[in-house]
């Protein structure tokens, strides 16, 4: 069974920057995409981004080349680093993964297994 929590999530400016943090109890030993999800109020919850084992990413259109997804191994942890961010971007965000052979997981409409809590993010004009 893998826990996951989030951290990092707050009220920040349009154009700032937060960083998430996902720490897991434990990364399976083989294969497995770990991501980063949201959800804002009346909609429903879409993907932002993921990573594989072997570092491949993927994001959403919406941000791509703001937002940058990783993870340390050594620590267990997974970030997502999110910068000139915008109102829209407004939700919680959930970290969440699943044990995977193949990189089918990376996307983000892929069902993931095990879900953190989430932390709000607010982004204000």
């Known amino acids: 069974q893998v826990q996951l929590v989030e951290s990092g999530g707050g009220s920040v400016q349009a154009g700032g920057s937060l960083r998430l943090s996902c720490a897991a109890s434990?990364?399976?030993?083989?294969?497995?995409?770990m991501g980063w999800f949201r959800q804002a109020p009346g909609k429903e919850r879409e993907g932002v981004a993921a990573?594989?084992?072997?570092?491949?990413?993927t994001y959403i259109d919406s941000v791509k080349g703001r937002f940058t997804i990783s993870q340390d191994n050594a620590k267990n942890t997974l970030h997502l680093q999110m910068n000139s961010l915008k109102p829209e971007d407004t939700a919680m965000y959930y970290c969440?993964?699943?044990?995977?052979?193949?990189?089918?997981?990376?996307?983000?409409?892929?069902?993931?297994?095990?879900w953190g809590q989430g932390t709000q993010v607010t982004v204000s004009s």
């Open positions: 969440a993964a699943v044990p995977s052979f193949e990189r089918l997981c990376l996307n983000l409409k892929y069902a993931y297994t095990y």
């Open positions: 990573i594989y084992t072997d570092g491949t990413t």
């Open positions: 434990i990364f399976p030993s083989r294969g497995y995409c």
